[in-house]
């Protein structure tokens, strides 16, 4: 069974991933000894057809996930892949394979359906003659399922649905309250639907209620004003200033305020490409305005990112994006300490 899960929206893609992941430990493999996770950025195409072609008299199925492959830098590589996967689809066995490819997308043009890459700042680049044969290929598979980032509406059903799924209550136009606060950040609105469900279970306990979990408009106005966007801004001032002191404090009270590794992280590679595609666009003369424009992100972010940009050289911005890349990965791979190697970073600057 080969399964591919892209698109730009990291939240729902890896829910899914887990989703599958978890489900095949439960049904299959309990023991955890027949998952295989690969760096298809890094690996070449002998690594990923020999982790798939291992086998064991004792294994019935195996699980195969191959990460942003369409990040490879290898020419070779898409085309020997596909040629593989083409061939070993008149195969059969019970492995699962699972592609899973963030930077990849399908987007409509004024003309017709295109295929993009997101490239390291966060551009989008049509894919090239080999890494788009493979991305078809993939696409046409029964199990093929695109996650594109939600829009307003969307982020507020979706914000509806997963309170309801954690226990709580919410009406639609406080959701939409919320998805207005925070935009489509699915990692953030989550950590902040924790942090108002155990706000009003605390509030419960206290006055030994047991009533439903509602989350009011009240407590969303309280609670949630996106304050991480501005806590973000002064961990990257303090970088900026090489104040590396203050800089690890405010990312040590964001550990305290609960915010998990995952969100930190993700929040971190945001505002890194954000003050990357800045800077590249500073250096081509683009005014402040055509930058909110072109990126869709509000002018006070842009300003606020402007004042930072300048501060940073072109190459240490796309260092900070590419070593913030590979944490990511680290971090899914269970090779790292997100908190550790994110402390390391602020030390370098």
């Known amino acids: 069974m080969l399964i591919f899960l ?43 057809i020999q982790a798939i072609n291992t086998s064991s008299l004792l294994v019935k199925k195996r699980l195969i996930i ?18 593989y996967l083409k061939n070993r689809s008149k195969i059969k066995d019970d492995n699962i394979i699972i592609f899973q490819d963030s930077r990849v997308k399908v987007k409509k043009t004024k003309i017709k359906e295109g295929f993009f890459i997101i490239d390291s700042t966060g551009r989008d680049k049509v894919l090239t003659k080999h890494p788009l044969a493979l991305f078809k290929f ?25 309170i309801t799924k954690r226990g709580g ?53 309280k609670l949630v ?31 305290e305020a609960g915010l998990t590794s995952s969100y930190l992280l993700n929040m971190f590679i945001r505002q890194f490409r954000i003050l990357l595609q800045i800077k590249q666009a500073l250096e081509v003369g683009d005014s402040s305005r055509k930058i909110a424009s072109e990126l869709k992100i509000h002018p006070f972010v842009v300003q606020k990112g402007i004042s930072q940009a300048r501060y940073f050289s072109l190459p240490v911005l796309k260092n900070t994006v590419s070593q913030l890349i590979k944490i990511d990965y680290e971090m899914k791979t269970g090779k790292t300490d997100v908190i550790t190697a994110l402390n390391i970073l602020i030390a370098k600057f």
């Open 6 to 48: 892209y698109g730009e929206d990291t939240f729902r893609s890896c829910q899914k991933l887990k989703e599958l992941k978890n489900k095949f430990i439960h049904d299959i493999d309990p023991r955890e000894e027949n998952i295989s996770v690969i760096n298809g950025g890094t690996a070449s195409e002998k690594e990923i």
């Open 66 to 83: 191959i990460e942003e492959i369409f990040s490879n830098k290898a020419i070779t590589i898409f085309e020997q892949l596909l040629n």
């Open 138 to 162: 993939l696409l046409k598979q029964p199990y093929s399922q695109q996650f594109s980032c939600l829009n307003n509406t969307e982020t507020a059903s979706w914000i509806k649905h997963e």
């Open 169 to 221: 209550i919410i009406n639609l136009p406080v959701a939409h309250l919320l998805a207005s606060l925070i935009g489509n950040n699915l990692w953030q609105i989550s950590n902040e639907i924790d942090k108002l469900i155990n706000y009003q279970l605390a509030i419960q306990l206290k006055s030994n209620e047991s009533s439903q979990i509602i989350i009011s408009e009240e407590n969303v106005k």
């Open 225 to 255: 004003r996106g304050n991480f966007d501005e806590n973000i801004f002064a961990l990257t001032d303090a970088i900026s200033s090489k104040n590396k002191t203050l800089a690890i404090k405010l990312l040590e009270e964001q550990i």
